[in-house]
């Protein structure tokens, strides 16, 4: 990478988040396009000057959907999280509770997230993607998903779970993340300097997200809040998504398809 190539994308990334809020508090910009505007857009720059990246991030964050409309379905049944209609350029929602918004949100999360790590700090790069590791995580997710729409269509009652942000955040994120620090502490100190840039990027984000309204959190069941001058946000969201999550997708995929390098 050229020195003038490297001081342009530090400083592209420290400010991106603060014109990506201003944009959004100051033009129309949808529950849609936020996620455009701040991992999309950074998302192409890296995708511009890395395309043999894009193959692998591309479909590693495919590989995250299943889970992700399971998720969601729960959350906006139970009102964990909610992305308003109103808000949405998109008049239904798949089965419907999952938004589209969500599912685009959670695409370009993961996308920008994988990205970021190996333009920045992957040591090698591997053309290879789908191994054992990676087929069987595959086939678990096809399987879950397959007895999600099994539980939709006979018994939907049973996803009706309460507390739901603390139980998936519980079973499904920070599992990943204690493992890889216990497991590859070497490598999770890479993970950990991605982390810190998008705590700062997602909070930036949270906080204009609720600030315009593109999603709140409707239900009481959390196990506490967090304030930052007029925003008050569930616990569950500053632990698990603004500070686990970037860590959580990082640490999927550098076991199952990146084989810890």
């Given at each position: 990478m050229k020195l003038w190539q490297h001081r342009f994308n530090l400083i592209f990334f420290l400010l991106w988040p603060i014109v990506a809020a201003w944009m959004s508090l100051n033009f129309p910009?949808?529950?849609?396009?936020?996620?455009?505007?701040?991992?999309?857009?950074?998302?192409?720059?890296?995708?511009?000057?890395?395309?043999?990246?894009?193959?692998?991030?591309?479909?590693?964050?495919?590989?995250?959907?299943?889970?992700?409309?399971?998720?969601?379905?729960i959350a906006e049944l139970t009102g964990a999280w909610l992305w308003?209609?109103?808000?949405?350029?998109?008049?239904?929602?798949?089965f419907g509770y999952v938004s589209i918004e969500v599912l685009l949100w959670g695409f370009l999360h993961a996308y920008i997230v994988i990205m970021f790590f190996q333009y920045f700090f992957e040591k090698t790069f591997t053309k290879k993607i789908l191994d054992s590791r990676s087929k069987k995580v595959v086939l678990l997710t096809t399987i879950t998903f397959i007895i999600f729409l099994g539980a939709l269509f006979i018994h939907p009652d049973i996803l009706n779970i309460p507390y739901w942000y603390l139980v998936f955040g519980?079973?499904?994120?920070?599992?990943?993340?204690?493992?890889?620090?216990?497991?590859?502490?070497?490598?999770?100190?890479?993970?950990?300097?991605?982390?810190?840039?998008?705590?700062?990027?997602?909070?930036t984000y949270e906080i204009t997200a609720l600030k315009v309204g593109w999603w709140s959190f409707p239900s009481k069941?959390?196990?506490?809040?967090?304030?930052?001058?007029?925003?008050?946000?569930?616990?569950?969201?500053?632990?698990?998504?603004?500070?686990?999550?970037?860590?959580?997708?990082l640490s999927y995929y550098e076991y199952f398809f990146n084989r810890e390098k």
């Open positions: 910009i949808n529950a849609l396009l936020s996620s455009v505007v701040f991992y999309g857009i950074p998302a192409g720059l890296l995708s511009f000057y890395r395309p043999e990246y894009i193959k692998k991030s591309l479909i590693v964050s495919l590989s995250g959907i299943p889970f992700l409309i399971i998720v969601d379905y308003p209609l109103p808000h949405s350029v998109v008049p239904f929602k798949l519980t079973i499904g994120i920070l599992p990943l993340v204690v493992f890889e620090d216990w497991k590859y502490p070497k490598v999770f100190h890479r993970l950990l300097k991605t982390g810190a840039y998008f705590f700062y990027l997602n909070f069941q959390f196990i506490g809040y967090v304030s930052f001058f007029d925003i008050t946000f569930p616990f569950e969201e500053f632990f698990f998504w603004i500070v686990l999550f970037t860590l959580a997708i």
